[in-house]
């Protein structure tokens, strides 16, 4: 069965550079999360898109923007990298019109910040 | 605010032994829970959740519980295998089949199986 796709699977960056996560979801799930999850810690939510459109923010910075396109997928822009910034990015797709809440991660992008 | 606290923080069992994990969360409206198996250096692997119309929800050597009352659900493993080691996690949302079901998780739980 098609997972969640993400890319790139490992990136370094330095400090205030920018950085772009992208997510492709499981086919005909229209609803994609992102997360972050730290080192030894549980993914914190970062922000949700429904339908292109975003429909629940968390604890994300301002620094970072993200946005769902017309194929469904998504990008993460990250700006003015900080080393905090340092993590593992996980996306996860839900059919939200067709399921009950249910959520597939991908396999997470790793994001270095030096 | 929303909070999910998970026990125990690690978990060491003998192949064929049973484990449990527990978790209690805090928000009266939260009516999905779902439980998530990592390994290392993988995202998180949905293994079962549970509704809260629901007490109970078996497959295979998994089960959950859940007591809506006492806002505890519980993963149970049977006769754990060494494959059965990793890292698990239980969330809570106030999954009602929308687009604002963010999962709140709790800390996680390293369950190690020794052979």
Redesign the interface.
Do not use: C, H, M, W
């Given at each position: 069965a098609a997972g969640?796709i993400q890319s790139p699977r490992h990136l370094i960056k330095e400090k205030r550079e920018t950085a772009t996560l992208k997510c492709y979801p499981i086919p005909r799930h229209d609803?994609v999360?992102w997360?972050q999850q730290g080192p030894g810690?549980?993914?914190?939510?970062l922000i949700?898109f429904?339908?292109k459109m975003q429909?629940?923010k968390?604890s994300i910075p301002d620094r970072f923007s993200a946005q769902q396109f017309s194929d469904y997928h998504s990008e993460l822009n990250m700006s003015s990298l900080e080393l905090g910034d340092s993590a593992l990015y996980?996306c996860?797709s839900?059919p939200?019109g067709t399921?009950?809440?249910?959520?597939?991660?991908?396999?997470?992008t790793r994001l270095t910040v030096t | 605010g929303e909070n999910v606290e998970q026990h125990p923080s690690t978990l060491s069992v003998q192949e064929g032994d049973s484990a449990v994990i527990k978790c209690t969360y805090s928000d009266s409206a939260s009516n999905?829970f779902?439980w998530?198996k990592q390994e290392l250096g993988?995202?998180?692997?949905?293994i079962i959740?549970i509704?809260s119309n629901v007490g109970e929800k078996k497959d295979q050597r998994i089960a959950v519980t859940l007591n809506k009352t006492a806002k505890h659900f519980s993963l149970h493993i049977t006769e754990t295998q060494p494959e059965d080691s990793a890292v698990y996690?239980c969330a809570a949302?106030k999954?009602?089949?929308?687009?604002?079901?963010?999962?709140?998780?709790?800390?996680?739980t390293l369950l190690a199986v020794q052979p």
């Open positions: 969640v609803t999360y997360y810690q549980d993914p914190q939510f949700s429904y339908e429909s629940d968390g996980f996860a839900s939200t399921g009950e809440g249910e959520q597939y991660f991908g396999p997470g | 999905y779902p998530y993988k995202g998180p692997q949905l959740d509704r996690f949302s999954g009602d089949g929308g687009a604002t079901n963010k999962l709140i998780f709790g800390t996680g």
